[in-house]
């Protein structure tokens, strides 16, 4: 509570909940409009980028506040209340595109798969605006210029708007000559850090299923499964799919066989079951069970777990083939997984959500990390 000049006393109140880079954004147009604004939980040594804080103003300077607000599109979304948190979860799938040839694959796989499941489509594009790199915490100095900004973020919201205008004409005309199936689909532009912006929609709208395209095992010196989609990956509470432009096919009935990762956790079953019957019914590929062991001496144990799994599989899902393996966790770990994916011929590679130690894995600068996605398998992330 503060005393304003008057002798009232004037309540602290929320204006907004936001990330503490846009939380340092939004401060900064207040305090240049002549609101006071207050960054609260927040630990100021070592702010985390992605960390939820909470914009506190005078209660008196509210309207002027919300005023100010409104002027500014990329915090209109993020202001809404919650009460999507709660809808009902519909049949969504998410795709999230950035205008290249592989966001065209994942749109390709995302309608197919959105007809097969009877799902609408969602087509988002997430831009990120030169305010953002000014703001980042680790600035010494945020220039906020009004004019200069206003103007260049307006040129660059009319050229995305553009680029998602000509993406949705080329989807209408794969969709008017059936190279794509007539699925309803809306587009969603937003403003902000990518893998933000996708997740935060994801939850609110408890979407089924979010389909990124990633590049191929051609772009040698690019990290392949990108940050933006294994930042996804790692936060989402969604069922994720990985597609590598160079993936042969459009379907999920055309996946034969999928690897699955697992340490044998409880909620892999879980995993399993949500891919086989509610996530993805229609889905009933050939299962090989992959567990990597860092040791020689818990081998039997791990196959007589790895048999457990397979013997719950093959009982509730009749007809299934399943089979298993152990891949050793040592230096030649990228070639013995490589020769199994291609032996077995795998079509993807799966493993649940809260997998933390096997998708770090992957998705850390490591052997396997590089050559799992250099194979051109895409991956299947399960929510559990």
Not at 13 to 24: E, N, P, R
Not at 91 to 101: A, C, G, K, Q, R
Not at 172 to 181: M, N, Q
Not at 230 to 258: G, H, L
Request: with cysteine.
């Amino acid at each position: 509570m503060q005393m304003k000049e008057d002798g009232k006393n004037d309540n602290l109140v929320t204006l907004a909940i936001l990330t503490y880079t846009k939380a340092q954004i939004l401060q900064t147009v207040l305090q240049s409009e002549g609101v006071e604004a207050t960054i609260m939980n927040v630990n100021q040594i070592t702010p985390t980028v992605n960390a939820a804080v909470r914009v506190k103003i005078n209660e008196s300077d509210l309207p002027k506040a919300l005023k100010i607000t409104e002027k500014a599109a990329w915090l209109t979304e993020d202001m809404l209340d919650e009460k999507a948190e709660h809808e009902k979860k519909r049949n969504t799938i998410l795709l999230p595109v950035d205008f290249s040839e592989y966001s065209m694959k994942a749109c390709e796989f995302g309608f197919n798969i959105a007809k097969s499941m009877n799902a609408e489509v969602v087509l988002m594009h997430v831009y990120f605006t030169p305010i953002y790199a000014a703001s980042l915490p680790n600035g010494d100095i945020f220039n906020y210029q009004k004019q200069g900004f206003d103007r260049e973020a307006h040129i660059i919201h009319r050229q995305v708007q553009e680029k998602l205008e000509h993406l949705s004409n080329q989807i209408d005309a794969k969709i008017a000559s059936g190279d794509f199936p007539n699925i309803k689909y809306v587009k969603k532009l937003r403003e902000g850090i990518p893998e933000e912006e996708i997740v935060r929609y994801a939850r609110r709208h408890k979407v089924t299923l979010i389909i990124m395209g990633t590049r191929g095992s051609n772009q040698k010196k690019i990290d392949l499964i990108g940050s933006v989609t294994a930042e996804v990956i790692d936060r989402s509470r969604a069922t994720v799919f990985a597609i590598p432009e160079n993936t042969p096919y459009k379907t999920f009935d055309k996946v034969k066989r999928i690897a699955f990762l697992t340490d044998f956790d409880p909620r892999d079953l879980i995993a399993l079951d949500n891919l086989l019957q509610n996530d993805f019914p229609i889905f009933k590929p050939a299962i090989s069970l992959v567990h990597i062991s860092d040791s020689d001496e818990h081998d039997k144990w791990d196959e007589i777990e790895l048999g457990g799994i397979k013997e719950y599989l093959t009982k509730n899902y009749e007809g299934l083939d399943v089979d298993y393996e152990i891949i050793k966790d040592d230096d030649n770990f990228s070639n013995t997984l490589s020769e199994f994916i291609t032996k077995h011929q795998i079509d993807v590679i799966t493993l649940s959500s809260y997998r933390r130690n096997i998708f770090a894995r992957l998705f850390n600068p490591s052997i396997a990390r590089k050559m799992v996605f250099h194979s051109d398998t895409p991956l299947l992330v399960i929510s559990v």
